[in-house]
């Protein structure tokens, strides 16, 4: 169910223009990997050579430089899937060479060609960039060549043919037949520019798929990411021991020097208007009312900070519901579409409510964006949640903000992506697995 909630705001003239100019920076970057391709079929001939060599001895000292070339590519190649269209692939381990033994003064040990080979030969990593080049020439670069080839056609087509036609008098580019030339060149133009908007159009998606195809091939192996989970899983733990016992010495100090002081004064003025009540009625009545107002600070108190730990929105509503009341507090046209089968596990929403709470806050502060959309889903035992904004983008991952976001994941296993190259748009997802606890409880659930 989608929730609009907010003011309104009019951005369709900047939204037009830059979806334009989005479309066109994307075909370019067709175009730049495209031409990447022949560098990529290149490197990975040289492994090749260097591999088919390694019988004559050849191949030795040819692998390891021809290995490294081929790391730096395919690096590029990650670099760019994850500032293009956000998906992040995890790289493979570093290449053994540099931790081979050396003699003194950095010079090489005796057999270190050899060594040096058979450990890259020995690296999975190497295998699966092996893997990639031999394939991204022939499936990769053709499928970034589609919305150029509409583009060139339909430029081709539009712009130039009509001068060619005019010139010789002869030749339809698009082969049509009509008996007023003129209509045929107005065809073809309206055909010409039709290719254009369709590969300006399509320039987007393929980046995306092309991304997800690299994913597929340039991801870290297995054996890799599992070590990698655990040891984060390790670090993780730890830090989350560590924020625990900072936030329990937050509250401690948070109810020793707010709600427990107001209460130890609340004591002290009773026991004086109680000596007051038969020699100076109306000043213990001051007193009483003091008393009143004192407690009623004590009691806000302890709403603020229990609101701190589990705003009561959350607890009684559920996630949905809890960040439709962070839109309704945003000075920002905020959209809310949440489809959540019923409650998750508490800790879940907690997390998810704080992460949507500092991407929002960051959105109002530094985006300049009118409008955020904000889109919880839960499926195959993930939540994910996504806070889009149309602002001016260049959003720095290693701010405080964004850093506590992470933290906060952690625990969890979770993943934190975030899209925001210069000029916008910003785009940040976290997914988290987890399971739905219980059915339906509030409005946020199913559709209506």
């Known amino acids: 169910m989608a929730q609009r909630v907010g003011s309104r705001h009019d951005g369709a003239g900047p939204g037009i223009r830059g ?120 499936t990769g670069a053709l499928l970034v060549a589609v919305p150029l080839l509409f583009v060139e056609y339909g430029v081709f ?40 908007v369709a590969g300006l159009r399509l320039a987007p998606a393929v980046l995306r ?28 733990r730890a830090e989350v021991l560590d924020v625990q016992a900072a936030e329990l010495r937050r509250i401690e100090r948070d109810l020793h020097d707010g709600a427990q002081a107001r209460l130890v004064a609340l004591g002290m003025t009773l026991d004086e208007a109680t000596r007051l009540l038969d020699t100076d009625l109306p000043a213990a009545r001051a007193l009483l009312r003091e008393v009143r107002a004192t407690s009623q600070r004590a009691l806000q108190d302890l709403r603020e900070l229990v609101h701190g730990v589990l705003p009561p929105v959350l607890a009684d509503r559920g996630l949905g519901d809890a960040v439709r009341s962070l839109a309704l507090d945003s000075h920002l046209d905020v959209h809310v579409e949440a489809d959540l089968p019923g409650r998750l596990p508490a800790p879940v929403e907690s997390a998810g409510y704080f992460a949507v709470a500092e991407l929002l806050a960051n959105a109002a502060k530094h985006s300049g964006a009118p409008e955020v959309r904000i889109r919880l889903t839960h499926a195959d035992g993930v939540l994910r949640v996504t806070v889009a904004d149309d602002g001016r983008g260049g959003a720095d991952p290693g701010g405080s903000g964004l850093r506590g976001v992470r933290r906060r994941l952690d625990p969890f296993d979770a993943t934190f992506v975030l899209h925001s190259p210069r000029g916008g748009p910003t785009t940040a997802t976290l997914e988290i697995p987890c399971a739905s606890s219980s059915p339906k409880t509030s409005s946020s659930s199913g559709t209506g």
């Open 19 to 138: 979806a334009v100019r989005g479309a066109l920076v994307d075909l370019g970057r067709c175009q730049l990997l495209s031409l990447a391709a022949f560098a990529v079929l290149g490197t990975g001939g040289l492994v090749v050579c260097a591999l088919l060599l390694l019988p004559l001895g050849v191949g030795f000292p040819l692998l390891p430089p021809a290995a490294a070339a081929l790391r730096r590519l395919s690096d590029r190649y990650r670099d760019w899937a994850a500032r293009w269209t956000g998906t992040s692939i995890s790289p493979p381990e570093p290449l053994p060479d540099a931790a081979l033994p050396r003699g003194p003064i950095a010079a090489p040990v005796p057999g270190h060609r050899w060594r040096r080979a058979l450990a890259v030969l020995g690296d999975e990593g190497f295998w699966h960039d092996l893997r990639w080049a031999w394939g991204e020439p022939w």
């Open 157 to 196: 087509g539009a712009l130039v043919q009509p001068f060619v036609w005019r010139l010789l008098g002869d030749g339809n580019w698009y082969a049509f037949v009509l008996v007023d030339s003129t209509l045929s060149m107005l065809a073809a133009l309206l055909l010409g520019l039709g290719l254009i």
């Open 209 to 236: 798929l092309h991304a997800r195809w690299s994913a597929r091939l340039l991801a870290a192996p297995y054996t890799t990411e599992l070590r990698r989970r655990i040891e984060h899983l390790a670090d993780s």
